[in-house]
């Protein structure tokens, strides 16, 4: 076990020799082989991560000045493209593809120095929020192995909670970094929409999906979303200006904080997570801040908008792979229906099939206008009382999930109630804001939880540190 705490204290130790890169990899390799029984991983870089410390460590012996993320070892979800590596958004549709280009974000990271350990495992396609939908298995929550980890990025969450890498990346679609982040114990940011390029990240909804971080402090989480947050031309979702996320820390600030009412009175809401949230909100009044409760009648309709929008995109956008243009191909080649059918039927799983055919019928004659359009309203009536919002507070707290970690196999028959679980997350997707899942928490359970932030678009940098002053607050 290492003593380094963060990146910055960690290349003070490479610069003192106190330690190589080598050893950190081997160090890192040594525990994915130990906790192979959490599935985390997908496939593991060895010959490639070790190579590559050794190219640091020798550019640092001849006196080069270290990069940004100088040899910090960080896992991908399966769902971000690494040019001559398997990218198989954990389905057996696309088992064997090989990618033949790397992920703009990734390519930061890049060229910044950072190893790449491994790809972790997810829900496939990234549709999910137990991790319970891979091709290749479950993954399991490394604090209770009977527990899930969330999803959909499960494995990225699990390969930084069991200290298998640094940090790692997931994607979040409608909370599939901060869900499984707070199953985990450990801080998990989406950034704003088009703050990160999404080239080469495959897509679930175009319009939702986001590459977010894990990591165990909020100054790791925020170097990595600083070396991310650049313009690229591959990518004109994008903001046309990065994000600022440098400035002065005003650590004497008072905040003015809102909650939404319903969300505490929710009635699938955990009593215990209820409790020790709205005792947190105490603690933060006592400490100046200003903690205040609004209505927000626009719940309820959230969780149904949210589904019909990203189960039509993802309807066309998993069009693709049909065995001609990706994908498997079955022998049975009888005619081209048959073929596309065999191909699909063989290559997807149970919950990606329920989705693609969700999004068809709402995207069909004479329910268009029925279930699309109205999400569209929806959608843009949450976008207006948000800007509302922002315009009278810093930022909006709540629950990150209704409960805490839940049993392995506990909702697989009931998808309506795993859908219900995204009531808190999917907001920050609907509307294209930031927000971050902060561990501060323990159930009854003897497993974590935490709370949500969220603030407003291209307010990554107040997020931050808001973040950082909600932990200190806590841990003081």
Same mark, same amino acid.
């Given at each position: 076990?290492?003593?380094?705490?963060?990146?910055?204290?960690?290349?003070?130790?490479?610069?003192?020799?106190?330690?190589?890169?080598?050893?950190?990899?081997?160090?890192?390799?040594?525990?994915?082989?130990?906790?192979?029984?959490?599935?985390?991983?997908?496939?593991?870089?060895?010959?490639?991560?070790?190579?590559?410390?050794?190219?640091?460590?020798?550019?640092?012996?001849?006196?080069?000045?270290?990069?940004?993320?100088?040899?910090?070892?960080?896992?991908?979800? !399966?769902? =971000?493209?690494?040019? #001559?590596?398997?990218?198989?958004?954990? $389905?057996?549709? +696309? &088992?064997?593809?090989?990618?033949?280009?790397?992920?703009?974000?990734?390519?930061?990271?890049?060229?910044?120095?950072?190893?790449?350990?491994?790809?972790?495992?997810?829900?496939?396609?990234?549709?999910?929020?137990?991790?319970?939908?891979?091709?290749?298995?479950?993954?399991?929550?490394?604090?209770?192995?009977?527990?899930?980890?969330?999803?959909?990025?499960?494995?990225?969450?699990?390969?930084?909670?069991?200290?298998?890498?640094?940090?790692?990346?997931?994607?979040?679609?409608?909370?599939?970094?901060?869900?499984?982040?707070?199953?985990?114990?450990?801080?998990?940011?989406?950034?704003?929409?088009?703050?990160?390029?999404?080239?080469?990240?495959?897509?679930?909804?175009?319009?939702? !999906?986001? =590459?977010?971080?894990? #990591?165990?402090?909020?100054?790791?989480? $925020?170097?990595? +979303? &600083?070396?991310?947050?650049?313009?690229?031309?591959?990518?004109?979702?994008?903001?046309?200006?990065?994000?600022?996320?440098?400035?002065?820390?005003?650590?004497?600030?008072?905040?003015?904080?809102?909650?939404?009412?319903?969300?505490?009175?929710?009635?699938?809401?955990?009593?215990?997570?209820?409790?020790?949230?709205?005792?947190?909100?105490?603690?933060?009044?006592?400490?100046?801040?200003?903690?205040?409760?609004?209505?927000?009648?626009?719940?309820?309709?959230?969780?149904?908008?949210?589904?019909?929008?990203?189960?039509?995109?993802?309807?066309?956008?998993?069009?693709?792979?049909?065995?001609?243009?990706?994908?498997?191909?079955?022998?049975?080649?009888?005619?081209?229906?048959?073929?596309?059918?065999?191909?699909?039927?063989?290559?997807?799983?149970?919950?990606?099939?329920?989705?693609?055919?969700?999004?068809?019928?709402?995207?069909?004659?004479?329910?268009?206008?029925?279930?699309?359009?109205?999400?569209?309203?929806?959608?843009?009536?949450?976008?207006?009382?948000?800007?509302?919002?922002?315009?009278?507070?810093?930022?909006?707290?709540?629950?990150?999930?209704?409960?805490?970690?839940?049993?392995?196999?506990?909702?697989?028959?009931?998808?309506?109630?795993?859908?219900?679980?995204?009531?808190?997350?999917?907001?920050?997707?609907?509307?294209?804001?930031?927000?971050?899942?902060?561990?501060?928490?323990?159930?009854?359970?003897?497993?974590?939880?935490?709370?949500?932030?969220?603030?407003?678009?291209?307010?990554?940098?107040?997020?931050?540190?808001?973040?950082?002053?909600?932990?200190?607050?806590?841990?003081?």
């Amino acid at each position: 076990m290492f003593s380094f705490s963060t990146i910055k204290n960690y290349h003070f130790q490479l610069q003192q020799n106190q330690l190589s890169c080598t050893d950190v990899v081997n160090y890192y390799l040594q525990r994915i082989k130990s906790n192979q029984v959490l599935n985390a991983f997908v496939e593991v870089y060895e010959k490639e991560a070790c190579t590559r410390a050794m190219e640091l460590d020798n550019l640092r012996k001849k006196g080069e000045p270290l990069k940004k993320l100088h040899g910090v070892v960080i896992a991908i979800k !399966d769902v =971000i493209c690494f040019k #001559g590596h398997k990218v198989s958004a954990a $389905s057996g549709i +696309l &088992q064997n593809f090989l990618s033949l280009y790397t992920a703009s974000a990734l390519q930061f990271l890049l060229e910044e120095d950072a190893i790449i350990i491994g790809n972790c495992n997810c829900d496939e396609f990234a549709m999910g929020s137990s991790n319970e939908n891979s091709f290749y298995g479950n993954v399991l929550n490394a604090a209770d192995h009977s527990r899930v980890p969330g999803g959909s990025s499960g494995g990225s969450a699990v390969a930084v909670q069991a200290d298998l890498c640094m940090l790692s990346l997931g994607s979040d679609t409608g909370g599939s970094v901060r869900q499984p982040a707070d199953f985990c114990g450990i801080i998990g940011l989406k950034p704003g929409y088009g703050s990160i390029s999404r080239y080469g990240l495959i897509a679930y909804a175009s319009s939702f !999906d986001q =590459i977010g971080i894990f #990591g165990r402090t909020i100054e790791d989480v $925020s170097l990595l +979303l &600083q070396v991310m947050n650049k313009k690229d031309l591959h990518d004109s979702t994008m903001n046309n200006e990065p994000a600022l996320l440098t400035g002065v820390n005003d650590k004497n600030r008072k905040y003015n904080f809102c909650y939404l009412k319903e969300t505490l009175e929710h009635t699938s809401l955990d009593t215990e997570i209820a409790s020790e949230i709205s005792a947190y909100f105490q603690t933060l009044r006592n400490n100046g801040h200003t903690v205040s409760e609004i209505n927000f009648d626009l719940l309820d309709y959230i969780v149904p908008a949210y589904y019909v929008l990203t189960t039509a995109e993802a309807s066309s956008n998993l069009s693709r792979y049909d065995g001609v243009r990706f994908g498997s191909v079955t022998d049975k080649m009888n005619d081209l229906t048959d073929f596309y059918f065999e191909n699909r039927t063989k290559g997807f799983g149970k919950e990606v099939k329920r989705r693609i055919m969700l999004g068809t019928f709402v995207l069909s004659a004479g329910y268009y206008d029925a279930y699309y359009r109205k999400a569209q309203q929806v959608r843009k009536l949450l976008v207006t009382r948000f800007d509302s919002i922002f315009s009278s507070y810093d930022a909006v707290l709540s629950p990150v999930s209704p409960t805490p970690a839940f049993k392995a196999g506990l909702k697989n028959n009931d998808p309506t109630a795993t859908y219900l679980a995204d009531i808190y997350t999917v907001i920050a997707n609907l509307t294209g804001i930031p927000a971050i899942s902060l561990p501060l928490f323990s159930h009854s359970y003897s497993i974590p939880f935490g709370i949500q932030v969220m603030t407003n678009r291209k307010e990554e940098l107040s997020l931050l540190q808001i973040s950082d002053l909600l932990i200190n607050i806590k841990n003081n």
